[in-house]
């Protein structure tokens, strides 16, 4: 199967090829993705999805082995405000691509930077070459881990549901692409790094949506902001993304920023330095002072496997085969303490509560109606890799949360929702 998907993306990179390149010149088709066997399967829906750790990992998997590869007139812009739609497994937001323009709908990813759409070609096809769009003759082509595509890289607009418009962004309309259900594609606001390499023709970058928005004079500041907010409904328009700017109304008490790590391969992504203990700032510790990322495509807080084997010591979590998850009894949670990440200066508790998955969408991913999960889980690998944790969207639902491209750095924040009791 693999194989015959092989053939099938080589065929349909030479024919688009074939649109966008003079006849008579050499072309060197240089395909470094490899499509994988974990389906992505990050939206959780009715009909339930038991797979939501092992796509996890997977990504975790990917990140690791490294297969993806003072303007005076911008002050005047004010930051633009997007809403985006939870969907208990990920995050997603409807953007318009063309003039004229065909909505689509793709997920936020802070772990990836590339932008595509058309993964649904029977329901809702991106069709550049009869639309808007100029072609920059090439083809992309992105590996997810628990996903891939690959491409004709092309220019067009993009067009938020703010009224903030792009007018030249690059951004991939598939040709092929697994793992990937009823979604259109990805847009991608990590570091441009993460973009290098995945032209097949040559291995310059492609700038990012935050990177062509700040050009294009239409942002102040090359940052993006995003208040998610934990739920309990699989379908709730309960998230905020600001591009080029914060939204001061999103957060309690002080925005704290620190730098990117310099640690590989975490420093290539939106990484940090953190520790994490129980109980208090100075508890028992789970995790020593490591580097790990922040990743909004990333689902459960997955932790290096030796501080895992701790936090399941200290919880007395019990392996759930039909989930991966740790399970909990009632007794268990109603003494369960607070976990700190110590980052930068600052603590950061995640509580009880925050610990658990909302138990409202237990069968959504394949669990049992009213047992009590922890979505605090292993990375795979154990301490030192470079990469020892991911926190993602499970964490960053209570927390604002803030990537500064243009400066290097993460920030964090409480919000009124940090000590909620919804899960």
């Not at 391969?265 to 700032?281: L, N, R």
């Amino acid at each position: 199967m693999l194989a015959g998907l092989r053939l099938v993306s080589a065929a349909l990179a030479a024919l688009a090829l074939s649109f966008a390149i003079a006849p008579g010149t050499a072309v060197h088709i240089r395909n470094n993705a490899s499509p994988v066997t974990v389906p992505f399967a990050r939206r959780v829906n009715a009909t339930g999805i038991a797979k939501l750790l092992e796509v996890d990992r997977a990504r975790a998997k990917s990140f690791k082995t490294g297969t993806r590869a003072a303007a005076t007139p911008f002050q005047q812009n004010a930051a633009a405000d997007v809403p985006v739609t939870n969907q208990a497994v990920d995050y997603v937001m409807t953007v318009t691509v063309g003039n004229p323009g065909k909505n689509f709908s793709l997920l936020i990813d802070t772990g990836s930077s590339n932008t595509w759409a058309g993964s649904r070609p029977t329901e809702n096809p991106f069709v550049p070459l009869l639309g808007s769009a100029s072609l920059p003759m090439n083809l992309v082509a992105v590996e997810y881990g628990s996903g891939s595509v690959m491409g004709i890289e092309v220019t067009d607009t993009l067009t938020f549901p703010s009224g903030l418009v792009i007018q030249k962004q690059s951004m991939g309309a598939a040709l092929v692409s697994t793992g990937f259900t009823a979604v259109d594609g990805i847009i991608g606001f990590g570091p441009v790094g993460l973009t290098c390499g995945t032209l097949i023709l040559g291995s310059s970058c492609i700038p990012t949506v935050t990177d062509n928005a700040f050009s294009e004079g239409s942002i102040p500041e090359r940052m993006v902001g995003f208040s998610f907010a934990p739920t309990s409904t699989l379908d709730n328009t309960n998230g905020e993304l600001t591009i080029g700017g914060v939204d001061d109304s999103k957060f309690t008490g002080p925005l704290n920023f620190v730098p990117i790590t310099s640690t590989a391969p975490a420093s290539q992504f939106v990484g940090i330095d953190q520790s994490i203990t129980f109980g208090s700032p100075t508890g028992q510790t789970i995790l020593p002072m490591t580097a790990g990322i922040t990743d909004t495509g990333t689902t459960l807080l997955l932790i290096a496997s030796d501080a895992f084997a701790t936090y399941q010591s200290l919880t007395g979590g019990v392996l759930d085969p039909a989930t991966g998850l740790l399970t909990i009894t009632p007794d268990q949670f109603a003494n369960l303490q607070s976990v700190f990440f110590n980052i930068g200066e600052n603590s950061f508790e995640f509580t009880p509560n925050a610990q658990i998955w909302p138990r409202a969408l237990n069968t959504a991913i394949g669990g049992t109606p009213g047992n009590i999960y922890l979505v605090i889980n292993d990375v795979g690998t154990p301490t030192g890799s470079g990469l020892d944790f991911i926190d993602g969207m499970t964490f960053l639902e209570r927390f604002y949360y803030v990537f500064d491209s243009g400066n290097n750095r993460v920030g964090l924040a409480e919000t009124q929702l940090t000590r909620a009791e919804i899960n």
